[in-house]
T-cell receptor, first 114, second 112 residues
């Protein structure tokens, strides 16, 4: 157990809908990163939040957006869902600027888009 | 472009066999290197990491990895595998302040 929690565990949506995924970071961590893991693939970096601001973004369209709150928890929002958005969404927390940048992962949210 | 290659997609071994999983990355510079494991139905867990110093790194559950800078490699090894090592293994690399980049993973199946 890493102390990183995500909700919900599973989610089913239809194409065109919007979804919000949530993540609580490990105690003492100030940074949250989001990843998309398609079936049979490694996690792909979506973006990172540090001190409530976006701190780097991967190759994902603007309909993927996020927030980080003062308690360092975070949300991932996806608008206008597409079938290809079906994946496991992982959240990882880390302590940026504190000597190491090891990321600890939550259990993920399995999103299915029909 | 930054990339991480894991050439072994699926490895099948018998218990007590030795294991080596390959990981290569696209170019050098300052790198932080990681191996993560994903057991069936569980979340990604950190096995070991290399930031600097001794290129032979020891992790949890008897795993180790060797950083060979000249070969851009960070192969994972275990001298004697157990059935409980059945899992998906991911190599990940972080260049400087850039994002963490994962390989596509290697599925390891251990036959009792």
């Amino acid at each position: 157990e890493t102390g990183v929690t995500q909700s919900p565990t599973h989610l089913i949506k239809t194409r065109g809908q919007q979804v919000t995924l949530r993540c609580s970071s490990q105690s003492g961590h100030n940074t949250v990163s989001w990843y998309q893991q398609a079936l049979g693939q490694g996690p792909q970096f979506i973006f990172q939040y540090y001190r409530e601001e976006e701190n780097g973004r991967g190759n994902f369209p603007p309909r993927f957006s996020g927030l980080q709150f003062p308690n360092y928890s975070s949300e991932l929002n996806v608008n206008a869902l597409e079938l290809d958005d079906s994946a496991l969404y992982l959240c990882a927390s880390s302590a940026l600027g504190q000597g190491t940048d090891t990321q600890y992962f939550g259990p993920g949210t399995r999103l299915t888009v029909l | 472009a930054q990339s991480v290659s894991q050439h072994n997609h699926h490895v099948i071994l018998s218990e007590a066999a030795s294991l080596e999983l390959g990981c290569n990355y696209s170019y050098g510079g300052t790198v932080n290197l990681f191996w993560y494991v994903q057991y069936p139905g569980q979340h990604l867990q950190l096995l070991l990491k290399y930031f600097s110093g001794d290129p032979l790194v020891k992790g949890i559950k008897g795993f180790e990895a060797e950083f060979i800078k000249s070969k851009f490699s960070f192969n994972l090894r275990k001298p004697s595998v157990q059935w409980s090592d059945t899992a998906e293994y991911f190599c990940a690399v972080k260049w400087g302040n850039e994002k963490l980049t994962f390989g596509t993973g290697t599925r390891l199946t251990i036959i009792p």
